[in-house]
């Protein structure tokens, strides 16, 4: 069986049921203001803020020298940490604790599951976005204004601790790695020092570069000395007009020059023998002596990023109390359901005309 519908037959059965109709949405208006009257009033507060760059803790940051290349504002990995740092467990149990949230939120301490609760219940209260700006925006909703503003303040001081926190545990590691670094090259530095000195004594070194100038220097002016002493002690010897006392003192002049020369290249010999030795142990000493006092100056700069106390967040707005509420919105929400419900009795009142119209004896004999 085939039916044919029009429009007039619609409003025909629209009006008949006219009653029905409006009577459903009334109720239902009706409902939805003594429901949205009794709901409890909401007030919404939020701060923004930015991420600020790890570049301010850096070491660098506090060198003596000029840095241009150190960014202000955070990239997208610090305003994911930050985010991550918002979402945690420890700062949401800092707000429960803080705040007392479990008698705030009515919610018994005794049951094994009121921990879950009230996480849950702070979770549907406290919101954490990015803006399209690249801000960070963290809102609290609760029904009492002014604690609202107190939380949404609270979670950003504490986001900001916590992050200068875990900055300043990995500060505090590298401290103790550089410390312990200069402590053994100080303890390396002594000994080579000591070795140093040793070989100095047993080899008779003072200076490694201008000693075996000066022995050296000194073996070829004893060397010359001795030779015209001696030719001159020979000439001399040959004249038979000389006094023997002359050739006395020029002969024994001529032995102690001899035993000069021979003790000076006694002394370049020792000299050769550890030069070597030396050497190598001064240009190891001079190479850690080098790296300690770069270790030093860079332990200065990370002892000066420890203490400095630098935000690791720029504040654009801070959470004040909300002057109008952010729920419910009375209005909105019964003219919503008003329309809602007439829609659906429209539809109920059509469709259960169009099937009560159906022959449904002949619809099942086919």
Same mark, same amino acid.
């Not at 803006?131 to 001081?157: F, P, W, Y």
């Not at 002359?246 to 001529?254: E, H, K």
């Not at 001899?258 to 050497?279: P, Q, W």
């Given at each position: ?184 090259? &100080? $303890?390396? #530095?002594? !000994?080579?020092?000591?070795? *140093? @000195?040793? +070989?100095? /004594? ?20 004893? &060397? $010359?000395? #001795?030779? !015209?002493?001696?030719?001159? *002690? @020979?000439? +001399?010897? /040959? ?20 035993? &000069? ?35 030093? &100056? ?69």
């Amino acid at each position: 069986m085939e039916h044919s519908y029009s429009l007039l037959e619609v409003l025909r059965t629209l009006y008949q049921q006219r009653r029905f109709i409006l009577g459903v949405p009334f109720a239902t208006a009706v409902v939805t203001i003594v429901a949205v009257c009794l709901a409890p009033v909401y007030y919404k507060s939020h701060t923004t803020f930015y991420a600020a760059s790890t570049d301010l803790q850096k070491p660098e940051a506090f060198g003596a020298t000029s840095n241009t290349n150190i960014k202000y504002y955070g990239t997208k990995d610090d305003v994911d940490r930050l985010i991550s740092i918002a979402q945690s467990g420890e700062l949401m149990q800092f707000l429960i604790d803080s705040f007392n949230l479990y008698e705030h939120y009515e919610i018994d301490r005794n049951d094994p599951l009121a921990p879950y609760y009230v996480v849950e219940t702070l979770s549907d209260h406290y919101k954490v976005k990015k803006t399209k700006e690249g801000a960070l925006e963290i809102s609290v909703e609760d029904t009492d204004k002014e604690l609202a503003a107190q939380m949404a303040n609270a979670a950003r001081e504490k986001i900001n601790a916590i992050a200068l926190r875990l900055i300043k545990n990995s500060q505090s590691q590298l401290l103790r790695t550089y410390r312990q670094s200069i402590a053994e090259k &100080e $303890a390396t #530095l002594q !000994l080579l020092a000591d070795s *140093l @000195q040793q +070989l100095r /004594q047993q080899f008779g070194i003072f200076s490694t570069r201008s000693q075996g100038e000066i022995l050296a220097s000194l073996a070829v002016r004893t &060397e $010359a000395n #001795l030779t !015209l002493n001696k030719t001159r *002690l @020979q000439v +001399l010897q /040959q004249s038979p007009h000389v006094p023997r006392d002359t050739l006395l003192f020029l002969q024994a002049r001529v032995r102690a020059m001899e035993e &000069e020369l021979k003790n000076t290249r006694s002394l370049i010999d020792r000299f050769n023998a550890g030069l070597a030795r030396v050497e190598a142990l001064e240009q190891q000493y001079r190479q850690i002596n080098s790296k300690l006092a770069e270790d030093r &100056e860079r332990l200065k700069q990370i002892e000066a990023a420890y203490q400095a106390q630098v935000p690791a967040l720029h504040l654009l707005e801070p959470a004040e109390p909300a002057v109008v509420k952010s729920r419910p919105l009375r209005t909105l929400t019964v003219v919503a359901a008003t329309l809602a419900s007439l829609l659906f009795v429209v539809l109920s009142v059509l469709v259960f005309e169009h099937y009560r119209q159906l022959d449904w004896r002949q619809i099942w004999q086919d």
